[in-house]
């Protein structure tokens, strides 16, 4: 069954900090993964996809296969980047399904 | 391109009332998603339209929750009657997936349900 984990429901850390997010999935196939970030009082929306292999807002993922991970990092947090994280899954027999993790807080301190 | 809009924004009931979302997709959108949302979670699916077919609806309570997409544009979600377990945030969401192309999901801003 295809699953996303995300392991941490909250996470602070100070300003200028390095930040990882996890993320882990099980799937059969070959996924494609993405993060989704929802700003406060924003909608859902994409911030970056593995096969891109793109940087956006400073934020990078890599796809480890081995580990079946997704996790996506940063070197230096900002304040701005203070939102609810979600790692998804693309998949099934139609590749239209997608798969959620419960997310992750994060909270970036001045 | 006004993206993905839904209505209501917010709604309250008491139980066994019936209730109504509306979604209107980004046009040119084939696929058309519902996920619940509740506090703490995830999106969840709900039921995702191909078009006008349901393909997947194996997630949606048919005992009370039922979904249409006329014309294959927009969609009405209906759930009836409420419970207080339905209190969460309906999302709804369109992507456009050329064949064994990746397609991302565009979401609305989602109907937030409360059951009294």
């Known amino acids: 069954a295809q699953r996303v984990t995300q392991p941490e429901k909250l996470l602070s850390v100070f300003k200028g900090a390095p930040v990882e997010l996890k993320c882990n999935y099980s799937?059969?196939?070959?996924?494609?993964l993405f993060w989704y970030v929802q700003y406060s009082r924003q909608r859902l929306q994409l911030l970056l996809r593995?096969?891109s292999r793109e940087s956006i807002k400073g934020f990078t993922a890599d796809l480890n296969k081995g580990e079946t991970s997704f996790h996506l990092k940063k070197p230096f947090a900002q304040e701005e980047d203070s939102a609810m994280y979600y790692c998804?899954?693309?998949?099934?027999?139609?590749?239209?399904?997608?798969?959620f993790g419960t997310g992750t807080s994060l909270t970036v301190i001045p | 391109e006004a993206g993905v809009v839904q209505s209501p924004r917010y709604k309250i009931i008491e139980k066994k009332q019936p209730v109504a979302f509306w979604c209107n997709p980004i046009?040119?959108?084939?696929?058309l998603y519902w996920y619940l949302q509740n506090l703490g979670q995830g999106p969840e699916l709900l039921i995702r339209?191909?078009?006008?077919?349901?393909?997947?609806d194996s997630q949606l309570p048919k005992d009370r929750f039922s979904a249409e997409r006329l014309k294959g544009v927009d969609s009405t979600l209906k759930i009836q009657p409420a419970e207080l377990g339905d209190s969460a945030v309906y999302l709804c969401?369109?992507?456009?997936?050329?064949?064994?192309?990746?397609?991302?999901?565009?979401f609305g801003e989602g109907s937030r349900l409360t059951v009294l």
């Open positions: 969401a369109s992507s456009f997936r050329p064949y064994k192309n990746t397609g991302e999901l565009f």
């Open positions: 339209y191909e078009n006008e077919e349901a393909v997947d």
């Open positions: 046009s040119g959108h084939n696929t």
């Open positions: 998804a899954l693309q998949g099934g027999n139609t590749g239209n399904q997608f798969y």
């Open positions: 593995h096969i």
């Open positions: 799937y059969s196939g070959s996924p494609e």
